[in-house]
């Protein structure tokens, strides 16, 4: 490509997406559905900060967001720390 011009195009097109998103109050657990840009059902997303736990698509909006939140539950991990005695 050196010494060529590359015109992009100058005007955008912008479709609206009905999207929804959710987070875990005080944690770094998010959720986004969104309806899929062609028109086939909807894309769920749901990460933990910066790694990805899942992924996919749903027919419908509730099915997805279900699917959104099952991916979060099941990577959530709780850990409860052990009692210390005191002088052990």
């Given amino acids: 490509m050196s010494g060529k011009l590359v015109e992009f195009p ?8 009905d999207c929804w998103y959710g987070r875990v109050a005080g944690t770094l657990l998010y959720a986004k559905v969104e309806e ?27 099915t997805a967001r ?3 939140k099952a991916s979060m539950e099941s990577s959530i991990v709780v850990v409860h720390p052990l009692p210390v005695k005191a002088g052990i």
């Fill in 10 to 17: 100058r005007k955008l097109d912008w479709k609206h997406v």
């Fill in 36 to 62: 899929s840009t062609d028109g086939n059902g909807f894309n769920w997303f749901a990460w933990n900060g910066p790694v990805t736990l899942g992924s996919g698509n749903e027919e419908k909006l509730d």
């Fill in 66 to 68: 279900n699917a959104a």
